[in-house]
């Protein structure tokens, strides 16, 4: 994974200056403007990397509750999971709702 | 309420769309055409910022909220959510209309951003955005509706697009009074 330094020094190597259109017309970025930019889009593609690394690995994120949320299976197929756990004595729907809990921690 | 056509504004690898003329006391509400809007980076976000009358930069206080309706080609997955990553409690980001963005040549967002009445010097101003793009993982339609307010009483007469990382490949936005 790349760092948030590595990550400006490749868009910067990418993209040497940058445009905007302002009512129809194209300018070229000045360099604060630029220089802010590229920070922007770093930081930007260096959040998604955490976030998608810990989406796929697990791990402890401020954005455990949207983790857990997408992760958990529909309300449907959580009652199907709680019935058949009922009639054959298994704990299928409280092993999976656990391990998503484990796999997406809050931060302690 | 007929709508008037007022400007176009189109990507050509653009870092932002800015308009920064138009909006004004002449209609009470203004709607913005998002139309094919590529990004020139994989798994990103597009969003919308404004600036106020007299201020500096895109970077208004919003508090917003987006949920989402999705289902994929496969005919396998549904979906509908809140999607807390992309909402603002007085935030001053570029909001977000899609999230986690395919680039694939073909796929784009289209959506329509409705901002209501921008000159007011009394009241917040309120804006409605819904849009549908495709989702970088497994091929969903993804229909995001967005709302929230920004929260200032100056009047609004500029706003700025862009993408959270990454170039705009293309696309246009067609802004429209309405009434």
């Known amino acids: 994974m790349a760092t948030l330094a590595e990550w400006k020094t490749s868009l910067r190597a990418a993209h040497s200056s940058l445009t905007k259109n302002v009512d129809g017309v194209t300018i070229t970025l000045s360099t604060d403007e630029y220089n802010a930019t590229i920070d922007g889009w770093a930081q930007a593609s260096f959040d998604k990397e955490v976030a998608d690394n810990i989406i796929a690995n697990g791990g402890e994120s401020a954005n455990y509750a949207q983790y857990r949320r997408d992760a958990y299976p529909s309300i449907g197929d959580q009652l199907d999971m709680q019935y058949k756990d009922a009639v054959n004595g298994t704990t299928t729907w409280k092993d999976a709702i656990a391990a998503i809990k484990t796999k997406y921690a809050k931060p302690s | ?179």
């Open chain 2, 1 to 179: 309420m007929p709508l008037t056509y007022i400007s176009t504004t189109t990507a050509s690898g653009s870092a932002s769309l800015d308009i920064t003329s138009g909006i004004d006391s002449t209609y009470n509400e203004y709607q913005f055409h998002m139309v094919n809007i590529h990004p020139a980076t994989d798994s990103t976000a597009f969003g919308f910022q404004f600036n106020a009358d007299g201020g500096s930069g895109f970077n208004e206080t919003i508090t917003s909220t987006i949920f989402k309706a999705e289902h994929n080609e496969g005919d396998s997955g549904t979906g509908l959510g809140y999607h807390t990553a992309s909402d603002q409690g007085n935030g001053t980001a570029y909001q977000r209309v899609s999230y986690d963005m395919e680039i694939d040549s073909d796929e784009a967002y289209s959506g329509i951003l409705t901002l209501y009445a921008p000159s007011s010097t009394t009241y917040v101003k309120h804006f409605v955005a819904k849009g549908n793009y495709i989702h970088h993982s497994g091929k969903y339609s993804q229909n995001t509706y967005v709302a929230g307010y920004i929260n200032t009483t100056s009047a609004i007469d500029e706003i700025s697009f862009k993408m959270e990382s990454g170039n705009i490949d293309a696309g246009s936005i067609h802004m429209y009074g309405v009434g």
